[in-house]
Nanobody, 124 residues
Framework: QVQLVESGGGLVQAGGSLRLSCAASGRTFSIYDMAWFRQAPGKEREFVAF????????YYADSVKGRFTISRDNAKNTVYLQMNSLKPEDTAVYYC?????????????????WGQGTQVTVSS
């Protein structure tokens, strides 16, 4: 079992930056692939970014590529999402998720553990 707790959300103006953190506890963090998803009101939860267990590979949704960066510190059991050049359409609840390494990474159904989410609001 892995427990995930997100932090770092808040209200920011368009063009600004935020860094989200996701702290993990429980089983060995370093064996899990990690991802960030987000869910805006009235919309499905969507993939944002992914990082492999080793940190060796990262993948992004087209909508955030070049603006967001996912990283992890296995010594601190933490994964991060640096968000720059934020837009109003980035407004959502952001969730981190963990899974044992396997196939496709974009589907929420592939993840075993989820945090409670942190709200990000970008004003225009």
């Amino acid at each position: 079992q892995v427990q995930l707790v997100e932090s770092g959300g808040g209200l920011v103006q368009a063009g600004g930056s935020l860094r989200l953190s996701c702290a993990a506890s429980g089983r060995t963090f370093s064996i899990y692939d990690m991802a960030w998803f987000r869910q805006a009101p009235g919309k499905e939860r969507e993939f944002v970014a992914f990082i492999t267990w080793s940190g060796g590979s990262t993948y992004y949704a087209d909508s955030v590529k070049g603006r967001f960066t996912i990283s992890r510190d296995n010594a601190k059991n933490t994964v991060y999402l640096q968000m720059n050049s934020l837009k109003p359409e980035d407004t959502a609840v952001y969730y981190c998720a963990a899974r044992n390494p396997r196939g496709t990474y974009r589907s929420r159904n592939e993840y075993d553990y989820w945090g409670q989410g942190t709200q990000v609001t970008v004003s225009s």
